[in-house]
């Protein structure tokens, strides 16, 4: 009997007992479901972080005060020196492959328009920024050079706060309070959306840095120049670790550090993500490696039925015997039928995952990518399963003695 | 004298049973030349299935030989003895045996699947074999839209359908009322005509009065070997149909 019958004598099998094919095959399809899931959300992770690495130039380094800076007020004890601007004018100017040094400064707030409020990161900023972070103003316009040294009241806003403040309405000229300070309104960013961290990235709000640490975060400072980092934007990727070395004895020099711990921390963002992603890939592939443990499960689910089935057609396989089928015969059409269970479970596991893997992608955010490797290992791997746990009923099958199955009751 | 279609040399088959000893069969000789149409009686396990068996090539025999047209059969492996049955033998058993949920012209073909038959050849032999034993209309049905009776005659069908040179009936009467008893009868009375050659368990003297040579087993001996004359299974149908008309009258 040719494989191509015996795979017709299996369906037609699988198909007489058709709940109870379904049934067996549900843990397959759980199963690989599963798997397939768990490796589509790592792929799609791994993606998002290229793609933030990539979008980032993996040429930003941000240099971080270190040290509690609750309020922008530096309480370190020791060096009694914090980050200030003028470093981050001394990086631009004095290390060659810099492109810009952005010295940034946050601080916490509310901000209230008419009877709405939100709030968004506030971040005291320079023209720099724009540069460093690739942000354009796409509405107004970037501070002027009177606004930064005056510590004007002014503002630029990401999409969500202008969302969520003015609706549709304009965002320009009006005038919102910040800590109940009066702010105007002069300019709009362009939207990034989310990050891989699912974080919205333009829920933020930018105001000169004089006005951000005299108005807002109104704490006494180490220094009236204080900032809490400084964002360091490198021209040719290949030079990162130059300029990390360069920017470390300058910061060293500057800030008068001797310690073997500098008052500052020189963060690469790539890598940052990087690290951050990894963990993520250890969470997603220790759920792929639970996951599989259910494609086990569904294994030996699969073997319980198909000892059942022997019993229940021993006198079918009594027969077939008698008619002549070799005892390899009737244990390749076990094995068929285990195979086809699980290889039909797979299959339908896999358009299970895709479906939830799209659904994912479109209401939850999350990039998901199936890569054809998986698909053939997760189909591939069932089919194994099938004949892992097909073996044992199939060798039963075929080791029957025809007169004692014929005469099954 | 033409070498038998199937001989039995010192024939014993052991069964071992919780520590006990059972000499199913105890040295049966016997000769079953082509074209013969031979019952095998006997009370209740004298032995008559198992001796069936070893000439099916369903099992092997503990000591002697069974010579298959000339050929040893007694010492094959089990997958050896499943092709000499798939060519060789068509078995009729009294409990039909068919696949459910499988159409007639399926069942029938069954043999011819483990032969390898292309598929156009099988739904040919198959569908002459259910013309054969009157079933033509009822290809397409499956064994639990088919009378008893017509069960019995997709069996015979699928015993037929791989032109074996011995045709097998353990009890094939057993489960059937009188009437379609004698039906099936009549047909195999037909297939002998025909020039098949039948071996056919019955513990029916009556039913066994429609071969032509009659052994009786008693306790796994052979005890009687004869030939006799046989019953016409056409006439003898006849006369019961005629008997009950005459009872549902009287
Ligand atoms: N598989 C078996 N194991 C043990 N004993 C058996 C087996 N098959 C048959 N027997 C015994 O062998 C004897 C003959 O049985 P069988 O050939 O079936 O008799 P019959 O068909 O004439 O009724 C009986 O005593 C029966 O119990
Ligand atoms: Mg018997």
Redesign the pocket.
């Known amino acids: 009997m040719n494989t191509l019958t015996l795979f017709k004598v299996a369906a037609v099998a699988l198909r007489v007992n058709l709940l109870r094919s379904i049934l067996t095959m549900l843990g397959i399809i759980i199963g690989v479901a599963a798997v397939i899931i768990m490796l589509a959300l790592g792929a799609g992770a791994r993606y998002d972080v290229d793609q933030q690495i990539k979008s980032l130039g993996g040429n930003v380094f941000v240099i971080f005060a270190r040290g509690r800076f609750s309020g922008g007020a530096r309480e370190a004890s020791g060096s009694s020196q914090g980050l200030t601007e003028m470093d981050a004018l001394a990086i631009e100017q004095q290390i060659p492959q810099v492109n810009v040094a952005a010295p940034t400064m946050r601080a916490s707030g509310q901000l209230i328009y008419g009877n709405m409020n939100w709030a968004p990161e506030i971040h005291g900023v320079d023209n720099r920024i724009y540069a460093a972070q690739s942000w354009q103003v796409v509405e107004g316009r970037t501070f002027s050079d009177t606004e930064l040294a005056s510590a004007a009241r002014v503002a630029v806003i990401g999409q969500t706060v202008k969302r969520e403040l003015f609706g549709a309405g304009d965002a320009l000229g009006q005038t919102v309070r910040v800590n109940k300070m009066p702010v105007t309104i002069i300019g709009v960013l362009n939207g990034k959306g989310q990050n891989t961290q699912g974080n919205d990235q333009d829920d933020l709000i930018f105001m000169p840095l004089d006005t951000v640490r005299k108005r807002i975060a109104g704490l006494t400072l180490s220094s009236p120049k204080a900032v809490r980092s400084i964002i360091v934007q490198v021209e040719d990727e290949r030079d990162m670790a130059d300029v990390e070395q360069q920017m470390d004895s300058l910061l060293r020099q500057r800030l008068r550090s001797t310690d073997s711990e500098p008052p500052f921390r020189i963060r690469n963002l790539s890598e940052m993500i990087a690290t951050r992603s990894e963990t993520m890939q250890i969470f997603n592939g220790l759920l792929a490696a639970v996951a599989s443990v259910s494609l086990l499960v569904g294994g030996i689910g699969i073997m319980n039925i198909m000892l059942v089935s022997v019993t229940e057609r021993t006198r079918e396989i009594g027969l077939r015997m008698a008619v002549g089928a070799e005892p390899k015969v009737i244990m390749k059409q076990f094995l068929i039928e285990a195979v086809l269970l699980c290889g039909l479970g797979g299959a339908i596991g896999l358009a299970l995952a895709v479906a939830v893997s799209l659904s994912l992608q479109h209401f939850a955010g999350l990039t998901a990518i199936i890569e054809l490797h998986v698909v053939l290992m997760s189909v591939g791997f069932s089919c194994l399963i099938g004949i892992f746990f097909g073996y044992y009923p199939a060798t039963k099958a075929a080791g029957l003695q025809p007169i004692d199955a014929l005469r099954y009751e | 004298m033409t070498t038998a279609v199937i001989a039995t040399l010192a024939l014993e088959k052991h ?1 071992q ?1 919780g520590g006990q000893h ?1 000499r ?1 069969l105890k040295g049966v000789d016997i000769n079953i030349a082509g074209g013969e149409f031979v019952a095998v009686m ?1 009370p ?7 001796f069936m068996n070893l000439l099916g090539c369903l099992d092997s025999p503990s000591l002697g030989r069974i010579l298959l047209q000339g050929d040893d059969v007694s010492r094959l492996s089990a997958a050896q003895l499943a092709r000499v049955r798939n060519k060789y033998i068509g078995f009729v058993f009294q409990q039909f045996n068919l696949l459910p949920r499988t159409t007639a012209l399926d069942n029938v073909m069954l043999p011819l699947l483990y032969s390898n038959t292309p598929k156009h050849e099988a739904i040919r032999r198959a569908t002459e074999c259910l013309q054969l034993v009157g079933l033509a209309q009822r290809m397409d049905h499956h064994p639990a839209q088919l009378s008893g009776g017509q069960q019995q005659r997709v069996a015979i069908a699928r015993a037929l359908v791989n032109q074996p040179a011995l045709l097998l009936a353990d009890e094939p009467t057993g489960a059937l009322d009188s009437e379609t008893g004698l039906e099936i009868m009549q047909l195999f009375q037909q297939l002998h005509q025909q020039g098949k050659t039948i071996v056919l368990v019955t513990h029916e003297p009556d039913i066994a009065a429609f071969a032509g040579r009659q052994l009786t ?1 008693r306790d796994g001996e052979l005890i009687a070997d004869k030939k006799t004359q046989p019953q016409n299974a056409a006439v003898a149908l006849q006369q019961f149909r005629q008997q009950r008309l005459a009872q549902v009258s009287a």
């Open positions: 069964y049973m059972l199913a006997g209740s396990g004298s032995g008559k299935s198992t087993f």
